[in-house]
C-alpha cells in the first residue's frame, strides 16, 4: 500500500538579509556588560539536591586578553618565579580573590590557560602588557575588583573577548620596548671613568673626576695635577658636573690659602695668584672634598653644551640602524649559545628621534621593535650602541658583535630605563575582525599614558636624581673592564676579509 506524501509549500525568502553576527563584546574598566549567561554546575557536590537551582548556577568562564601596565620597581621580572616577588605572582592572588579563578586553580596557571605577551626582566616595566587566559570575569566589576587587590604600581585597564584559541604570547606579531637614555650618556666627556680621568691628566683637555658617581671615597693620585696638593696628606678630588675643564685654572680657585703655603709656609707648585677666599670646601671622613663648589660648577655648566642636535641624532641612529634585520644575537644575551637557532632574531626597526625631559633631565626616547627579544639583549644592545658614542669602542665593533663565530663581552645598559610600550597582535586582528573586537590598547590609551606618566617615567627620573643610574654606569664603560672593546686591535685580520671567510668555513666543515 502506497502512501501518499504530502508536499509542504517552500518558505518564502526573506525581504531582508539577516541581521549581521554581532561580535563577541569586551569590558573596559565601566564593566557596562549585558546580563551574564549562567550554566549549570557541574562539579559534584554532595548537597546538590537540597540547592534551589538559582544558587547551583555559575558564571561561565570567558576567555580573554587582560591589558595592564606595572612599574618593575622592587619585583623580580614578569615571570613568576618561586622565592620572588614577581608581577606574575601578585597576578594569580588577585585573579583568585577577585573571583575569577577557583580554588582548585589557585597557583596553577596552565588549568587556565595561562599565557604572557612578553616577559620583562628584573625592575623592567611595562606601560601595556598583554595576558590571556579563562576566567570568571562575570558579575560586572571584575577590573574594579583586580585593580582593589593589586598595588597601585599594578593597573589592569580592562580586558576583550578572544578566540578559545587565543594565545598572548603566540598570537603577538611584534613587541615595542623605549629605553629613556639621559642625553648626558652620549657625551664621551661626561661622568669619564677612573682610566680616563688619569689618562687625560697633563693633556690640555683635562677630564674631572665624577666623586659622586665613579669613585665613592677612592682617591685619584694626581688626580689635579703633576704635583697633587693634598689636605691633611691625602689627594683632594674635586666633585663636580663630568665635562671638559682646565684643571690647572681650577686649583688656583679652588685651594684654601693656607693648604697653598704649606708647612713651611713656601708657595707650592701651585699658583697662588688671583685667589678667591670665599670658595670654601668642605673635607669628608677621609678627607676628600665632597662638597660641591659652585664655581666648578658654574665652570663646568659653561664648557659642558653637549645636547642631542642633529649631528648626534645622525649618528646615534646611524648606530642603532646595524641593528635592523635578521642577525644573530648570541652576544647581546647571557642564556644562549651561538649554534642555538633562537639566537636568530628579527628587528624591525630601532631608532631615537625625540627627546623627553623629566624632572630637569633631557631622555632620549630609543624605540626598538622587533618579533621577540632575549634575556638582557635590548640593554645589551642598548649598552654597545652608548658605548661606541662615547668613543669607548669602534663602530665597526658592531659588526663583529653580530658574528656568530666570535663571542664578546658586551655591556648591559641599566634595566631602569627600559619600559614595554606596546604589544602588537596584527595577523590576529586581520584574521578575526568580523567576530571579535580588536586586540589593540586603543581603549586603553589614555588610561595608559596616564599610569605611565605618574609611574613609569617618574620613576625613571627619580632613579637618575637619588641614585645615578646610568651615571654610575657609565664610569664602567672602559677597555680595563671590558677588554673585547680591543678586538679589532687584538685581532689583525679584518672583518669581512677572504682570510676570516676562509676561517669560517673551515670552522663549519669541522663542525
Known sequence: MEETLEKKPMASPPSSPPPAKKPKMSTTTSDTDPEPEFEAETETNQNASSVPAERRRRYKRRKVAIFLGYCGYGYQG??????????????????????????????????????????????????????????????PGFVDRLNGILPDQIRIYGYKRVTNAFNAKKFCDRRRYIYLLPVFALDPSAHPDREAVMASIGSGNELVKCVECSERGRKIPGLMGPDPVKLNGVASSVECEAGDSDLKSMNDDLIPEDVKQGDNGQSGSVNTEDVKQDDTLKVGEEGTIIEKVESVTAMNTEKSQFSYDDAVKERFNSIL?????????????????????????????????????????????????????????????????????????????MEVALRKDVSINVPTAPEVGLFLDECLFSSYNKKWKSSHEEVSMKDYENEAEEFKMKFIYSHIASMEHKEGAVALWLHSLNRRNYPDFNYLETNSKPVGSEETKQECLETAELK
Open 78 to 139: 614578569m615571570q613568576k618565579n618561586p622565592g620572588a616577588k614577581t608581577i606574575e605572582g601578585d597576578l594569580e592572588e588577585a585573579f583568585f580573590h577577585a573571583g575569577g579563578v577557583p580554588e582548585a586553580d589557585r597557583g596553577a596557571p596552565r588549568r587556565y590557560d595561562w599565557a604572557r605577551a612578553a616577559r620583562t626582566d628584573k625592575g623592567v616595566s611595562a606601560a601595556a602588557q598583554v595576558v590571556s587566559g579563562r576566567f570568571y570575569v562575570d558579575p
Open 321 to 397: 640602524k646595524n641593528y635592523e634585520g635578521t642577525h644573530n644575537f648570541h652576544n647581546f644575551t647571557t642564556r644562549t649559545k651561538a649554534e642555538d637557532p633562537s639566537a636568530k632574531r628579527y628587528i624591525i626597526s630601532f631608532n631615537a628621534n625625540s627627546v623627553v625631559s623629566l624632572d630637569g633631565i633631557d631622555f632620549v626616547k630609543c624605540e626598538v621593535v622587533g618579533q621577540s627579544f632575549m634575556l638582557h639583549q635590548i640593554r645589551k644592545m642598548i649598552g654597545l650602541a652608548v658605548a661606541i658614542m662615547r668613543n669607548c669602542a669602534p663602530e665597526s665593533l
